[in-house]
């Protein structure tokens, strides 16, 4: 037998199917530091999958088939980038990753001129005296003293001593005065008045009392281009709970009338003054400032509130400022100091170069949820202002009511669409207590009608405390969109919502170095994700350093590296958590660990002995 031979022939069909692999064509740009957004364009991407960039998983913070955004991820060095889905790998691209951090946003510039609160030499004043007899005039002739009052002189009255303003107000004259001295108006008992913080109700027996009958008469008012006025120790009231009173004292003009630099009233002083309202009485406002280098300063106005519109210890937005407000104790219902606001009726004006400083802001609780009905909102706001100083103040209690209850609103308002012109720009918010509130601050932009985006806004060394659900709020550290140049620094915050609810279009300049936060459900988010995707969106070129973040949770992740992780706040290392002392203890872990090589967090021990006084 022998083995056959077989001749065979074999045909082999086989399909090769194209690639489904992402392609991808570019990347813009080419280089970019960490945290920088990049554009990936390009073909297949499917609606999920992966960036690697420079060797590190990117998170992507918006997926089509044919483009997708991500941010270069902490890690990364130069290198390729490519694109994964589950149909597999695109080719590479080269990227560089720019080592060189972004230059430093630039701090908000300080007010430029102050207002001087200095009481002059008096010597060679000539004084006269207003009594009920005996004096140089009597009650009812003091509109007719100040009148023939020339500079130099002091109008004084007696403590005690109740005088009726009238139905139109008692009327500051503009006189002339090259030398800038001074008409003062002032209580015979001025001297046993304390200076450098606020009077206080028991300080009105050394007070002479002006009233308003109502038909929204203030007390007193300025003429057009009045000035060289200072009041010592006057209390200004309404005479009763049915008077309609709208400001107690107008510095200036609020409306149409003033609608000239010219005509702005000039160098007028609020010095160691009781301005109130009546309880279960409503009253608009304590201090209208609308002038040019005024100021209030070691006063104190209580019991301003209103059911269904806005009232304020002080608002202002019809004079170019500057202006001083420092060791005054204000108490309002909707807005405890508002600058903005309402149109100015002055072309281009932009109240300038203010300080707020040693003042207490607060609503009492007793407010909250009355049956008065007082419109409650936030405690300070700027809205049109520049060149701000606010230092060393303590700001608390304020609920959720007619708005968010907010410490602190800095918001572009052009509110009645007049003043295209209207921002907010150079704000310092630095060594203040905020405690008790719904939220912290809302720094934003109202697009329409048209205004200036805000810019240059530094929150720099502040202790926020009790942010939250107690106080009807979110809880947030800020809401924030819109604003150029926003640097977060040095500040301690204990809260229970976001740390950033950021909105509104990308902007350059943010900076969020050495805070201790807590994440709580959503921490620094926005509509394009959490975290550093949330950041990468709104503010490319951000800087962030040395910031402790308070959570249980594995957020690492998805925040920049070198963020700090504590799981509560007992963990962080505060000297007395449960008493309210949030220094840092020698032993905390980040004792030391800022940026500038001082403790992460407020200075608070620097902060407590500023607001000295201010309780």
């Known amino acids: 037998m022998s083995n056959p031979h077989w001749d065979v022939e074999v045909t082999v069909s086989v399909k090769v199917r194209p690639s489904q692999a992402p392609i991808l064509d570019s990347i813009t740009p080419a280089s970019g530091a960490v945290g920088a957004a990049v554009t990936l364009a390009g073909s297949?991407?499917?609606?999920?999958?992966?960036?690697?960039?420079?060797?590190?998983?990117?998170?992507a913070t918006s997926w089509s088939s044919t483009q997708i955004v991500a941010t270069v991820p902490a890690g990364a060095v130069t290198g390729d980038v490519t694109v994964s889905n589950n149909k597999g790998?695109?080719?590479?691209?080269?990227?560089?990753?720019?080592?060189?951090?972004?230059?430093?946003?630039?701090?908000?510039?300080?007010?430029?001129?102050?207002?001087?609160?200095?009481?002059?030499?008096?010597?060679?004043?000539?004084?006269?005296?207003?009594?009920?007899?005996?004096?140089?005039?009597?009650?009812?002739?003091?509109?007719?003293?100040?009148?023939?009052?020339?500079?130099?002189?002091?109008?004084?009255?007696?403590?005690?001593?109740?005088?009726?303003?009238?139905?139109?107000?008692?009327t500051l004259p503009a006189k002339t005065n090259l030398a800038g001295a001074l008409v003062i108006l002032r209580s015979s008992g001025h001297a046993s008045l304390p200076s450098g913080v606020p009077v206080t109700e028991a300080d009105a027996?050394?007070?002479?009392?002006?009233?308003?009958?109502?038909?929204?008469?203030?007390?007193?008012?300025?003429?057009?281009?009045?000035?060289?006025?200072?009041?010592?120790?006057?209390?200004?009231?309404?005479?009763?709970?049915?008077?309609?009173?709208?400001?107690?004292?107008?510095?200036?003009?609020?409306?149409?009338?003033?609608?000239?630099?010219?005509?702005?009233?000039?160098?007028?002083i609020v010095d160691r003054?009781?301005?109130?309202?009546?309880?279960?009485?409503?009253?608009?406002?304590?201090?209208?400032?609308?002038?040019?280098?005024?100021?209030?300063?070691?006063?104190?106005?209580?019991?301003?509130?209103?059911?269904?519109?806005?009232t304020q210890a002080i608002g202002g937005w019809n004079g170019p400022g500057p202006y001083r407000v420092a060791h005054c104790h204000l108490e309002a219902a909707a807005e405890n100091l508002m600058l903005g606001g309402a149109d100015s009726s002055i072309a281009g004006n932009i109240p300038s170069d203010i300080e707020i400083i040693g003042n207490y802001l607060a609503k009492p609780v007793g407010w909250r949820g009355s049956a008065d009905g007082w419109t409650v909102k936030n405690l300070l706001e700027l809205k049109c202002a520049q060149r701000v100083l606010i230092a060393g103040n303590v700001l608390e209690?304020?609920?959720?009511?007619?708005?968010?209850?907010?410490?602190?609103?800095?918001?572009?308002?052009?509110?009645?669409?007049?003043?295209?012109?209207?921002?907010?720009?150079?704000?310092?918010?630095?060594?203040?207590?905020?405690?008790?509130?719904?939220?912290?601050?809302?720094?934003?932009?109202?697009?329409?009608?048209?205004?200036?985006?805000?810019?240059?806004?530094?929150?720099?060394?502040?202790?926020?405390?009790?942010?939250?659900?107690?106080?009807?709020?979110s809880g947030y550290f800020a809401q924030f969109g819109d604003c150029a140049a926003c640097r977060f620094i040095h500040n301690t915050v204990i809260h229970d919502g976001s740390i950033l609810n950021m909105a509104g279009d990308p902007t350059t300049g943010f900076s969020f170095k050495d805070n201790i936060v807590a994440h709580n459900a959503y921490g620094i988010h926005a509509s394009t994700g959490t975290g550093s995707a949330a950041l990468a969106a709104l503010v490319p070129g951000y800087q962030w350093e040395a910031n402790v973040i308070v959570t249980p949770d594995n957020w690492a992740a998805y925040y920049p590296a070198g963020t700090l992780w504590p799981a509560t706040y007992a963990d962080v290392g505060f000297v007395d958590l449960g008493?309210?002392?949030?220094?840092?203890?020698?032993?905390?872990?980040?004792?030391?660990?800022?940026?500038?090589?001082?403790?992460?967090?407020?200075?608070?021990?620097?902060?407590?002995?500023?607001?000295?006084?201010?309780?």
């Not at 297949?44 to 998983?57: C, D, E, I, K, P």
Request: proline share 7%.
């Open 44 to 59: 297949r991407f499917g609606t999920s999958g992966m960036v690697t960039l420079g060797g590190v998983n990117a998170i």
């Open 89 to 170: 790998d695109s080719g590479p691209l080269p990227f560089t990753v720019t080592t060189a951090p972004p230059p430093p946003p630039p701090g908000a510039e300080l007010p430029r001129v102050v207002v001087d609160t200095a009481l002059p030499d008096l010597t060679g004043y000539l004084v006269k005296t207003v009594k009920a007899a005996g004096g140089d005039y009597v009650p009812t002739e003091l509109q007719a003293a100040i009148n023939a009052a020339a500079p130099g002189t002091i109008i004084e009255i007696d403590a005690g001593l109740s005088i009726d303003a009238g139905v139109t107000g008692i």
């Open 205 to 268: 027996v050394h007070m002479a009392r002006i009233t308003s009958p109502g038909s929204n008469a203030p007390c007193f008012q300025t003429a057009p281009g009045a000035s060289y006025y200072r009041f010592i120790g006057i209390e200004c009231t309404k005479v009763d709970a049915a008077a309609t009173v709208d400001t107690l004292i107008n510095l200036g003009d609020g409306g149409g009338a003033q609608n000239t630099p010219a005509s702005v009233p000039h160098h007028l």
């Open 273 to 310: 003054c009781y301005l109130h309202g009546l309880p279960a009485s409503n009253i608009k406002r304590g201090v209208g400032l609308h002038g040019a280098h005024c100021a209030v300063i070691d006063s104190r106005i209580t019991e301003i509130h209103g059911a269904g519109f806005d």
């Open 397 to 473: 209690n304020c609920w959720a009511a007619a708005q968010a209850g907010y410490a602190l609103m800095i918001i572009t308002v052009n509110s009645s669409g007049g003043n295209p012109w209207a921002t907010v720009q150079d704000v310092t918010f630095r060594g203040n207590l905020i405690r008790h509130a719904g939220s912290g601050m809302n720094v934003s932009w109202y697009a329409s009608p048209s205004s200036v985006k805000p810019a240059r806004i530094d929150i720099l060394d502040n202790l926020w405390v009790d942010l939250g659900a107690d106080w009807g709020g």
């Open 579 to 615: 008493g309210d002392d949030y220094r840092l203890a020698a032993s905390s872990p980040y004792a030391g660990a800022a940026s500038d090589g001082t403790d992460i967090g407020c200075d608070v021990a620097a902060l407590m002995a500023a607001i000295a006084g201010v309780v």
